[in-house]
């Protein structure tokens, strides 16, 4: 048997080792600072339905920046939320203002980012000018640019983290070293009114790979970001991943979708702004021609919201070397708990921006997250709205998630196609 301080010294020896190793853990989604998952999934609620925050929240600290706005004290707003993860793939019922506390998956995600030392990627769409984006027009950046919004990020070896987002403003910084100059950097503190709608987020853990993959994709998809500004963009970590960082924010001419299998299992599509087809329908071709239902910012009446579609076929809007997509059905309305809401998009408190969808045919069920609306054309005009503009969707084989979203968005449904 070892000596007394002999052991004392090989104990010593081993908490040091496993300090370290946490100090160097890779990066992952949290569900709060100190609970690492594989993935995790947020549904915000509109201010209609769900209005203010869960339970005894605390005043809006602003921790990523900026102050409170006028739309939280006049009641425009929600941060009430439902969350499913890894460890718990049903939804359930969250406390607090999602995206303000070290506390929620949103708030303790992005915190370890932009908290931390991390290198990282944000790009979104709608920066309205902080960041400006030299070759956007105006204060958002419009067709052929990507519809995308999230953040990437990576360690030394290159295990990384990504969080897609549906709110217009949010992030526009990556670190408390560049923050934004004229606008908050928190949900609930920006000034345009991000939370009043419905809107969702997605977080999963990615390999050296996966980091790859995904920043493959965001410049096939054309996402909007700037290498050279640090606010939203600190390049490091493996030559390869800093070569394919570099060649971000520039449109792309592909008119080919990148599939890739992640190391998690999940599917990610990237839609290329040339590829000029209903955004949904290639999500179904790519994953076997299955049936989706999808909720997203589709608004009733438009000329370029895509009805729902009843039975399989390839629509006049499509390229002839994609695989035969399945019927996408338009959910317009969802449910938790007894209270109703809508699922359309629109101007008001009673609306959805979040893009998420469910498999209900085939063999794996799929709870699907997207950049894009189902808005365009099935016909006709077939570089209308989302048709002519690219974007990601992770689609994640869950069965108990995939259920889980079915009943959240399982109201009523947009009529098909005739």
Known sequence: ????????????????????LQSHAAPSPLLDASHPVDWWFAFKFNAASFPGCGGAAPVNRCQFGGAPQGYTSAGSYSQQYIYASSSQPSLAQGNGCVGDTPADPVGATFGQIYNGALNYVVWNDQFYDDPAIASCSGNACLAPWGHSKGVLAWDAQGNGVVMQVSTPSWPASGSAQ???????????????????????????????????????GLANASAVTDPGNPQIVRNGGPADIQNAVSLLGQKS???????????????????????QVPPWQLVSAELG???LRAATWWESGKSTAIPSTAKPGKPACWDSRLPTPGPVAIATSGSWQGQAFSLKGGPGK??????IGVSTSGGASYAIFGDMNQEGALS???????????????????TALAQSIAKLIGGSTAAAAR
Not at 4 to 16: D, E, M, N
Request: charged content about 15%; proline content about 5%; hydrophobic content about 40%.
């Open 1 to 20: 048997m070892p000596s007394q301080p002999t052991w004392r010294r090989a104990c010593l020896s081993l908490a040091l080792a496993a300090a370290a």
């Open 178 to 216: 560049f923050p934004r100059t004229s606008d908050g950097n928190t949900l609930g503190c920006v000034a345009d009114n991000d939370i009043e709608v419905s809107q969702h987020f997605f977080s999963l853990k990615l390999s050296r790979a996966d980091v790859l993959a995904v920043l493959q």
């Open 253 to 275: 001419d592909s008119a080919t979708p990148q599939v890739s299998k992640l190391s998690s299992g999940v599917t990610l599509i990237s839609k290329p702004s040339a590829l």
């Open 289 to 291: 021609g299955v049936a």
């Open 350 to 355: 009673n609306y959805n921006h979040a893009k």
């Open 380 to 398: 006709g005009d077939c570089a209308s709205s989302q048709n002519g503009r690219g974007g990601l969707f992770f689609a994640l084989p869950n």
